[in-house]
C-alpha cells in the first residue's frame, strides 16, 4: 500500500468540502462493520453463546513478544496511540496518520509516520469514540442550526456545515479500520448513539443544542434509514474497552470494577456500557482503576499500567483520578494524544504529542 497515496484520501476527509454522497456512507459502513463483525478472537472473544464479538480488545501477553518494532501478531507487545474524543474533527485524524512518530517516543528502531507504522503492524491506534458532534469550537453554529430547527428546518446551512465535518469524521475512522483491521480501532463513546435512543446504555444527548435529535432529523431527511442503519450498525459493532500488558483503555472513567468476562459480555449489558460510556468526574466508585488494573494488567518489571480515557474535557493536557491511576486526556481544544509503550510506565508529562502543532511544525 502506498503511504502518501492514502494519507492523500485522508487529507480529503480532513478538508470536508461537501457532503458525502449516500453510497459513500453505505460502502464504508459495510468495509467497516465486515471487519467489527470478523476480528480475530485471539484479542476480541465472542460474547459466550453468541457468535458477536465482545467488548473487549484484549491484547495482553505481549511482553516477551519483540517490543523492536518488528510486525508481530495481533497480540503482539506494540506502542500504542491512545486518541481522545474525535468530535467531528477529521483534520485530527489525518494529523495522526501524517504524524512522524519519534522513535524516542515510541521506542521503534527508526522515526516513521503513524501511516506507515500501522500498515506495518508496528503501532496500533486506539480512539475512544465520540466521532460526531462538534463541541465548543462550534457553538455559535449549534445556535444557529438549533433555532432553524426549531423553526421546521432540520437540514440548514449550519446543519450541514456541522455534517460535513462530522460525516468525514466517521467515514475517516470507518476507512482507517477497513484499512488496518488488526492495528487500528475506536471504542464507543456515549455519541455513539446515532438514532438518539434511551436504553441499552444510550441516553439522548444535548449540550449546546439538541445534538442527538438534530443530527438523528438530519441523517433520516438527508439519508434516509438504510444509511441511518447502517451507521447504528456500526456504532453497535464497536468494543468498548481494551486492554494490553500496562494500560487499560476505555472512553469514560470506569464507574465500577469490570472483570474481563464482564467486558466481554459488555455489548448485552446497558449497566456497563453506561459504566463505561458516560461516567461523570466524582461518580465512580473508590478504587474502581486499581481494582480494573490489578485484575487485568501484569505488565513488565517496573513497570505500572495506567488507565486512560477521554469522556470529559480536561482544561490542560491531562488531568490524573484515583490518585493517578486514571488519566483523562480529553482537551477538545487541542490535538493530544497519548503514546503509551509496553515497556515503561506511561507519564502524560512526557507521553502525550499535539500532533497538529508537531505536523505543523515538522
Given at each position: 500500500?502506498?503511504?502518501?497515496k ?9 478538508k470536508h ?38 467488548g ?6 505481549g ?7 518488528g ?12 486518541v ?9 485524524v ?19 509516520k ?5 500498515e ?15 463541541e ?17 428546518v432540520?437540514?440548514s446551512?449550519?446543519m ?12 475517516a ?14 471504542l ?26 438534530m ?11 438504510e ?22 483503555v476505555?472512553h ?6 469490570y472483570?474481563?468476562e ?35 494488567c ?11 480515557g477521554?469522556?470529559?474535557p ?16 480529553h ?15 506511561f ?6 504529542i499535539?500532533v ?7
Amino acid at each position: 500500500m502506498n503511504t502518501e497515496k492514502v494519507l492523500q484520501e485522508f487529507n480529503v476527509f480532513s478538508k470536508h468540502e461537501r457532503l458525502p454522497s449516500k453510497k459513500k456512507i453505505l460502502d464504508a459502513a459495510k468495509k467497516a462493520l465486515f471487519v467489527l463483525a470478523t476480528e480475530d478472537s485471539s484479542y476480541r472473544e465472542r460474547i459466550p453463546g453468541t457468535d458477536i464479538p465482545g467488548g473487549l480488545l484484549d491484547f495482553r501477553g505481549g511482553s516477551s513478544a519483540r517490543g523492536d518494532g518488528g510486525a508481530g501478531g495481533a497480540n503482539c507487545a506494540l506502542p500504542t496511540i491512545v486518541v481522545p474524543d474525535l468530535h467531528a474533527r477529521p483534520d485530527f485524524v489525518y494529523n495522526i496518520l501524517n504524524y512522524v512518530l519519534p522513535k524516542r517516543k515510541s521506542g521503534l528502531k527508526a522515526d516513521i509516520k503513524v501511516a506507515a507504522a500501522l500498515e506495518e503492524k508496528k503501532i496500533r491506534v486506539i480512539f475512544v469514540g465520540d466521532i460526531l458532534h462538534a463541541e465548543g469550537r462550534a457553538k455559535e453554529r449549534w445556535a444557529k442550526a438549533f433555532a432553524a430547527f426549531e423553526g421546521g428546518v432540520h437540514d440548514s446551512s449550519f446543519m450541514r456545515d456541522e455534517m460535513r465535518e462530522g460525516l468525514a469524521a466517521l467515514l475517516a475512522v470507518m476507512q482507517a479500520k477497513f484499512l488496518w483491521p488488526e492495528n487500528f480501532h475506536c471504542l464507543k463513546g456515549n455519541h455513539e448513539n446515532i438514532k438518539n435512543e434511551r436504553g441499552e446504555g444510550n441516553f439522548p444527548f444535548r449540550k449546546f443544542a439538541y445534538e442527538g435529535r438534530m443530527v438523528y432529523e438530519f441523517m433520516r431527511l438527508v439519508y434516509g434509514e438504510e444509511i441511518l442503519n447502517a451507521v447504528y450498525d456500526f456504532e453497535k459493532a464497536l468494543p468498548l474497552a481494551a486492554c494490553s500488558d500496562n494500560f487499560f483503555v476505555s472512553h469514560a472513567e470506569p464507574l465500577d470494577f469490570y472483570s474481563k468476562e464482564d467486558l466481554v459480555a459488555a455489548p448485552l449489558d446497558e449497566g456497563t456500557v453506561y459504566g463505561l460510556t458516560w461516567t461523570a468526574n466524582d461518580e465512580a466508585r473508590v478504587g474502581s482503576a486499581a481494582k480494573i488494573l490489578s485484575a487485568l494488567c501484569q505488565p513488565p518489571t517496573g513497570v505500572e499500567a495506567r488507565c486512560v480515557g477521554g469522556h470529559r474535557p480536561v482544561p490542560q493536557k491531562y488531568l490524573p483520578r484515583q490518585g493517578g491511576l486514571y488519566i483523562q486526556i480529553h482537551n477538545p481544544e487541542k490535538q493530544n494524544v497519548a503514546v503509551l509503550r509496553p515497556d515503561k510506565t506511561f507519564d502524560p508529562d512526557k507521553d502525550m504529542i499535539d500532533v497538529e502543532k508537531e505536523t505543523k511544525n515538522g
